[in-house]
């Protein structure tokens, strides 16, 4: 999954960038409102961790431009604490939560979560595909009774089909919710991570889960 991070406070950004990063989450950052909206249009992400004290542009008014174009990403608002005015006008211009700073990190990763279920046709945080089982809060997998340990790219990929359970997920959708632009981004990469996990997923068990989609992808499903 793919996050936009837009906070001007450098610090705080690197701090929120490599804490997501460390969860396996691919991280954009943008400086200011402006260098964010033009990010927001031109790299879809899956959720966007916005700031409202921003230069250039400040984020209510980025957040408003935004939703006038019609990109209807889910938005985590960064607010001082006590700001109350700016919570309810941000829930106002379309935000989707918000957390006061300073918060604890992994509130803004459950919070992430949770938008990631809002937008996906999966709402619980444990995903289950057939006997396979994927804790989304704590990244443990298992199929039956085996715990599987996977990589946190492996995990991220098959997170990333898990929420798109019985739909085909083209590998251009994988390489751009799963892969940062400075990594390798042929598709073949692609068909790799796919393998892999396909030798851990599926190796040994009659039923196979993740499948091919000729010309199409690949679906994670029970058949
Ligand atoms: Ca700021």
Known sequence: MRILVIEDEKDLAGIIKKGLEEEGYVVDTANDGEEGLYMAENFPADVIVLDIMLSVMDGLTMLTKMRKKGIDTPVI???ARDALIDKIKGLDTGADDYLTKPFVFGELLARVRSLIRRKSEVKQ???????LEINTASHAVKRGAK?????AREYMLLEY??????????????????YNEDSEMD???????????????????DKKLIHTVRGAGYMLKEE
């Open 187 to 205: 598709s073949n990469v692609v068909d790799v991570y796919i393998n892999y996990l396909r030798n851990k997923i599926d190796k040994g068990f």
């Open 161 to 178: 089909l898990a929420y798109k359970k019985d739909n085909v997920v083209s590998r251009t959708d994988i390489v751009e919710h799963i």
């Open 147 to 151: 715990a599987i340990t996977l990589s």
């Open 77 to 79: 608002l960064l607010t």
């Open 125 to 131: 945080a444990v995903i289950r595909v057939g006997d």
